[in-house]
């Protein structure tokens, strides 16, 4: 399974915009790039997905460069709510049906500051 | 009926007893997988049932199992539960066609003394 590198930590201000980046150098051609965030005492939420071109959603962007051996969830303005730990995570593009495991990492602890 | 409900939420067990922990997905949806979340640490994949049947374990004994039902309500049993069993368990399902990402439940802690 391709692994993900992440930052352990970062800070952000509230209503200022956030970049979480990770790393994914051994990234295959049919590999997903998935973010999920997890807030505390919750399960964690689907956030993004992407596998070559940058995406946008209600909840945030997902830039994908061009080599896609990299890529930075990008949230505009963050909000106290946003505190959470955000997980960076391949998955291989298969059959809906099939096993869709997600393996995630440490992830990126991130503190928001009113 | 929207979301993933999972139930209980806490759950004291004494080492070597057997637990059933429980979860209920949303209409429609017919793949359910669960982890387990050790403290500080990120979510770790259990087993996936699809359509009643596993289809994808991952690096947990045989003493993990797990029901699917056809209402999209599951289980997930663990016998001779040891100390480190003690985690957060989460249930996590996807409809089918197009993906869009799994939906969480907020799990069930489980405390094994």
Sequence with gaps: DAKTTQPNSMESNEEEPVHLPCNHSTISGTDYIHWYRQLPSQGPEYVIHGLTSNVNNRMASLAIAEDRKSSTLILHRATLRDAAVYYCILRGRRRWSNTGKLIFGQGTTLQVKP | ETGVTQSPTHLIKTRGQQVTLRCSS??????????????????????????????????????FSGLQFPNYSSELNVNALELDDSALYLCASKEPGPFYGYTFGSGTRLTVV
């Design chain 2, 26 to 63: 949303q209409s429609g949806h017919n793949t359910v997988s669960w982890y387990q979340q050790a403290l500080g640490q990120g979510p770790q994949f259990i087993f996936q049932y699809y359509r009643e049947e596993e289809n994808g374990r991952g690096n947990f004994p045989p003493r």
